[in-house]
Each structure stands twice: as structure tokens, then as C-alpha cells.
């Protein structure tokens, strides 16, 4: 059995009377992708930040490996929905300039950044200043610098968000790739790409964990033929802001 790499427990967050998170415990296991699925407003950001560091919680035990305390963030790669990037370098100077943030050695940094260019379809715009990319590219480019210090931990928020299907089918297949050297945790409003890439999901829904399983025994549990059909079931036809 897969030792967990990382274990959250009785997890909780407010803002001021709004309960963002209530208590919710989840683990993620070596080379596992964990997909987090949920309404807008569910929680899940709210969760994936806590969980970074970007922003504290109220009361939780976060284990890395089995050891209580906080997530070594050297561990952590965090790709947020919003783009961040150096819009005035170009994609091989910024890859190279988040290493030496992260202080990967020069030579390793070099080779690391030429290897996520090649494999994210980005080679031959490497010398391109990233501004001039189109939204794709630059979605593309997002994940490749989340990747820049070999985090053990790759978090993806919305990675798909404004790709065309051969983007999407090119991003897919890396993070099949990245699973077998880490540990990926997704959070995804498309359906599809939640059952074609997750071993494992959870569905949040007003900060609580409603359900959890591989999409093959969610699908089988509630007699859908999708997870689509599932996620309506579970949370609901009415719309979310």
C-alpha cells in the first residue's frame, strides 16, 4: 500500500460568519492524482491556499510523510489558476530566474528548463518574451515554472482554463507523465478531464468533503454515466456565483 505523502485533517477556515472550510480530511498518496472537484464557492481554492501557505487557517493537522506541522513549501509546487508570469522576460529567463529563487544549482536549473520547454511544447519559443504567447502558451508556460525546484507535491488549479483541445490533450498527457515522479493534486471544473487523469476525487460542497472515490465507483455508486451526472446529483442544478 502507498505510504501518504500528505494527510489533512479536520481542516477549518472562516472569514468572519462564512464558514470557507468546515473540517475537512483527506490524504494523498506517492504518485497519486487527487482530483478536487466543487461548485464555485465550494472551497476548493480556499483550501489549495491554505494548504501553500498563501493564506492561514484557523485550526488543522497537516502531516508531510506522517510528521505533524507545516508542509515544507520546497515541497510544494503550486500552479494557481491566475497567470504569473514575468510578461518582459523571455520563457528560458524566467524558468531560470524561478531556480535560482528555489536555489537549484545553475547547470541543473538549465537542463530542468530546457527539459519543460520541449515537453510542454514550448521549445521553440524559448528565446520569446512571455507577454507576446498566446493564452495557451502562457497557461503552458504557468505549469512550467511551477515545476522549476522538482517539487515532491504538484498542485494545479484549473490548469485547463482557456486551452484548445491540442493544448489540453498535451497538458493531460505531461501530468500523466509528472505522476510517475510526484504527487499531483487537480482542481477542475471540466468533468472530463477529472475522470480521464484522476486516480482518486473529492467532491467539496459548502467547505465539507461530500464524497470521495476513483471516478469509476462514484459513477457506479450513484448509476451515472458520467461524473457530470454525478457532480448535478450531488450539488445540484442551481447556479453558483
Known amino acids: 500500500m502507498k505510504e501518504p505523502v500528505l494527510t489533512v485533517k479536520d481542516l477549518y477556515k472562516s472569514y468572519g ?6 473540517g475537512i480530511s483527506y490524504s494523498l498518496k506517492e504518485h497519486e492524482i487527487l482530483a478536487v472537484l466543487g461548485p464555485n464557492g465550494a472551497g476548493k481554492t480556499t483550501e489549495i491556499n491554505c494548504l501553500c501557505g498563501i493564506i492561514p487557517f484557523d485550526s488543522a ?32 529567463e524566467q524558468l531560470i530566474y524561478m531556480g535560482n529563487l528555489y536555489e537549484v544549482p545553475k547547470n541543473i536549473s538549465s537542463l ?21 504567447l498566446s ?16 517539487p515532491e507535491i504538484l498542485i494545479l488549479d484549473e490548469p485547463e ?4 483541445p491540442q493544448s489540453r490533450i498535451l497538458l493531460r498527457n505531461f501530468i ?7 504527487s499531483v493534486i487537480l482542481t477542475t471544473h471540466n468533468m472530463d478531464e477529472a475522470e480521464r487523469l484522476a486516480d482518486r476525487l473529492i467532491l467539496i460542497d459548502h467547505g465539507e468533503i461530500i464524497e470521495e472515490g ?14 457530470e451526472e454525478v457532480f448535478i446529483h450531488l450539488t445540484g442544478r442551481s447556479l453558483r456565483d
Open 17 to 22: 460568519r462564512v464558514e470557507a472550510l468546515k
Open 61 to 92: 493537522q497537516l502531516y508531510y510523510r506522517n510528521e505533524l506541522g507545516r508542509l515544507p513549501k520546497e515541497k510544494l509546487g503550486l500552479c494557481p489558476q491566475e497567470l504569473i508570469i514575468w510578461k518582459k522576460l523571455s520563457l528560458i
Open 112 to 132: 530542468r528548463a530546457e527539459e519543460l520547454l520541449v515537453n510542454l511544447g514550448l521549445i521553440d519559443k524559448r528565446r520569446a518574451l512571455a507577454g507576446s
Open 135 to 150: 493564452g495557451g502558451m502562457k497557461r503552458r508556460l504557468n505549469v512550467a515554472l511551477s515545476l522549476m525546484h522538482d
Open 161 to 164: 482554463a482557456g486551452l484548445d
Open 176 to 182: 500523466k507523465i509528472q505522476a510517475k515522479k510526484r
Open 214 to 227: 476513483s471516478p469509476s465507483y462514484m459513477k457506479e455508486r450513484y448509476s451515472c454515466s458520467n461524473l
